[in-house]
């Protein structure tokens, strides 16, 4: 099997280039303002100059309006669109106007909240399996949290999938076996402080992700 991985909230372009040489097969930018990694218009140019081809710039974002989609798009040169808090509705009409592949990240804590993923069948191209973050955190990804991986064990997933949510170089090979997940996505486990990406634990996470 070969192991994806996301390197999400990247911000600058010594990360980005570390996340690139080690093999991310995707790359992640916040457009959302409340959050530490939140990319301005230019600093979104500079670092989606940097991204080879290969790998796709994922764009993240919770329940954006259209304005926000534009301009992120186009500064970033984004190829895939991850909408965290963002209806089915709302995800199928960001697809249809942008054309873009559309992941729905889906909030988990318990079993029953997996049904959410089905609601978004014949909508989004990917449903991206995050922890659910505590109430009234600000952010509703990016924070660490993980889920019990073991709720994805015998799941009939409705669509192709990613596992996210509190993953690091240690933990991700244990929660690859469990879920059986292709594609990985992490933030906080290759972080050092809020907003600040650490390459030496992006190196090492994405040198665990290849050894899979
Ligand atoms: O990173 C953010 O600030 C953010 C803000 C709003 C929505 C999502 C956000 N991040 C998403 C991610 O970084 C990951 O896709 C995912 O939530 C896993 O994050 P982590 O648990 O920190 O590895």
């Not at 911000?11 to 301005?40: K, M, Q, W, Y």
């Not at 796709?56 to 895939?80: C, E, K, M, N, Y």
């Not at 991206?128 to 990016?142: E, F, S, V, W």
Request: charged share 20%; glycine share 8%.
């Amino acid at each position: 099997m070969t192991l994806n991985a996301k390197i999400c909230g990247l911000s600058t372009p010594e990360t980005l280039d570390t996340a690139i040489r080690g093999g991310a097969s995707h790359v992640g930018f916040v457009f959302f303002a409340p959050s530490p990694r939140n990319l301005s218009r230019e600093r979104a140019q500079q670092l989606a100059a940097r991204v080879p081809n290969h790998v796709t710039r994922v764009g993240v974002f919770v329940d954006p309006d259209d304005a926000l989609l534009d301009s992120a798009i186009s500064a970033g040169s984004l190829q895939a669109l991850q909408l965290h808090t963002t209806s089915p509705e709302r995800a199928a009409a960001i697809r249809a106007k942008t054309k873009l592949p559309v992941w729905a990240a889906v909030a988990v804590k318990q079993n029953v909240d997996l049904a959410a993923a089905a609601r978004y069948q014949g909508i989004a191209d990917r449903i991206l399996y995050d922890a659910k973050t505590p109430a009234g955190a600000t952010l509703p990804g990016g924070m660490g949290v993980r889920f019990d991986w073991t709720l994805l064990q015998g799941f009939r997933h409705p669509l192709p999938w990613a596992l996210s949510g509190g993953l690091d170089p240690v933990n991700m090979a244990e929660a690859v076996r469990i879920t059986g997940a292709e594609l990985v996505d992490v933030s906080s486990g290759v972080g050092s402080s809020a907003g600040i990406k650490d390459p030496g634990k992006i190196a090492a996470f994405l040198k665990a992700a290849s050894a899979l």
